[in-house]
């Protein structure tokens, strides 16, 4: 499961990856990977618009994995655009229009903490 949605006011992508293996990752951006449930890292793009992914284990995503990894995207966004992270009005947006992107498109139910 792959999906990719555009992040509002703060130019940049996010990809959300569901997958059996992350592999791919070490592979094609150089990361070092070791036995992750889950995994955040970002990658500038072009024209000033950065790219984001949120990757999850297939059968294996539960809201607190989720929700750690939208906090580095915050974090990600904040410094790569040199916003004051001690704002937390700002972070605090982030992660909450991040958390409601991989619920819908994980297709979590957010009170089983299990992939529906």
């Known amino acids: 499961m ?6 509002p006011i703060f130019f940049g992508d996010l990809v959300i990856t569901q997958t059996k293996s ?13 036995d992750e449930a889950a995994l955040a890292f970002s990658e500038p793009y072009k024209n000033g618009v950065s790219r984001y992914f949120l990757c999850f284990k297939k059968g294996n995503t539960i809201l607190k994995d989720v929700i750690h990894e939208c906090y580095h ?4 966004i904040c410094n790569e655009r040199g916003i004051d992270f001690q704002n937390d ?9 991040a958390y409601e992107q991989c619920v819908k498109h994980l297709k979590l ?8």
Do not use: D, H, M, P
Not at 2 to 7: L, P, Q, W
Not at 22 to 34: A, D, H, L, Q, S
Not at 109 to 116: A, G, I, L, R, V
């Open 2 to 7: 792959k999906a990719k949605v555009s992040i």
């Open 22 to 34: 992350f592999n791919w990752v070490g592979k094609k951006y150089g990361y070092e990977i070791g």
């Open 73 to 76: 995207l915050v974090r990600f």
């Open 89 to 97: 009005e700002v972070g605090a947006y982030i992660i909450g229009w």
């Open 109 to 116: 139910n957010e009170c089983t903490q299990k992939n529906s």
